[in-house]
């Protein structure tokens, strides 16, 4: 038997184990609350019905300042961790919880994608998850965000996503384990990025996507383009596969520059209800300049009081 094949029947059966050992795991649609506009909400923080507004903001920023000057809490907060970030990530997530926040958390995993899945993580990932578990609500988690950035082999890091699933969500009924994509590679993109090639086979909670609009975005140089993105269509796309997969999607990125917000000063709260009406979940504004090719962060009076208008219109967590 090839030692390839070997390590992978080991690690599937390491799964078994830990899965079994950990006893019967919660269900993810065990209700632990609901949102203000009466949708019930999961133990992993799954929405029946509506979709929370949220954003990253600055470099893991506090978001409770501005939040004040919004008048209303955000809904999902976006935050980025290297693999030795986790004490930080379940303080943020114990605060996010406590103002009724869902902290939607990428980690860059501590090895190798082919390392991850043979197992050489798992104590890592069962401590992340199982110190989760404590911090008051739902949280998701995303471990290698936008893999399509990456030279190493895509179907590495889709067997790292099917190994490390069930042993996180095992660990933790509130761990709503996530994978975010940047969108355009899966439906527009290579065929080895297309979503049937890639999509691991275990229970996944929610996909995420991260899809801008670039009107008015220099490249290398270049003028700024002055082409719109046709967000339906890629609504459309998602809100397909999600039907066909059972996988609840959103926007776990996006924003607009300055010179789009000036033509469309209502894009956000546009693109958030069509959203909406595709199924969409959770919708998270990049609201900071970190690795950035635009400014996307609500820096202009027309683009902060369209965030803070389609904030204030979108349910959060009771």
């Known amino acids: 038997m090839p030692i390839s094949v070997l390590v992978s029947l080991i690690g599937s059966l390491g799964i078994a184990l830990l899965v079994a050992l950990a006893g019967p795991a919660a269900t993810s649609n065990a209700a632990a609350s609901t949102l203000t506009n009466g ?16 954003a990253a903001y600055g470099s893991n920023a506090d978001v409770s300042p501005w939040e004040t000057t919004m008048g209303k809490t955000l809904g999902v907060h976006r935050t980025y961790f290297s693999s030795n970030g986790v ?31 043979a197992g050489r993580g798992d104590a890592w990932a069962k401590d992340l998850a199982t110190r989760m578990k404590s911090v008051g609500g739902p949280v998701w ?36 384990y996530s994978i975010i994509l940047m969108g355009y590679h899966e439906f527009y993109g290579a065929a080895k990025y297309a979503m049937s090639t890639i999509w691991p086979h275990t229970k996944i909670d929610v996909a995420g996507f991260d899809v801008y609009e670039e009107y008015g975005v220099s490249k290398s140089g270049q003028p700024m383009s002055t082409k719109w993105k046709n967000f339906d ?14 996988v609840p999607w959103g926007l776990a990125e996006t924003g607009y520059s300055d010179p789009a917000a000036q033509q469309k000063p209502g894009w956000i709260g546009q693109t958030y209800n069509k959203m909406l009406g595709y199924g969409g979940i959770a919708f998270s504004y990049f609201n900071t300049n970190l690795h950035s090719k635009a400014n996307w962060t609500l820096s202009t009076t027309a683009k902060k009081n369209a965030f803070t208008s389609t904030n204030k219109s979108a349910a959060t967590m009771r």
């Open 141 to 176: 988690v995303a471990i290698n965000h936008e893999p399509e950035n990456e030279s190493a082999d895509i179907q590495q890091w889709k067997a790292m996503q099917a190994h490390l699933a069930p042993i996180m969500r095992a660990a933790a009924p509130n761990l709503g």
């Open 233 to 246: 269509a890629y609504f459309t796309k998602m809100q397909q596969w999600s039907a066909s997969s059972g």
């Open 87 to 117: 004490s930080a990530a379940v303080k943020i997530a114990t605060a996010d919880a406590a103002k009724h926040r869902v902290p939607w958390m990428s980690f860059k995993a501590p090895y190798s994608w082919s390392d991850m899945a």
């Open 39 to 54: 949708c019930a909400v999961s133990a992993r923080g799954i929405p029946s019905c509506g979709a929370y507004v949220g």
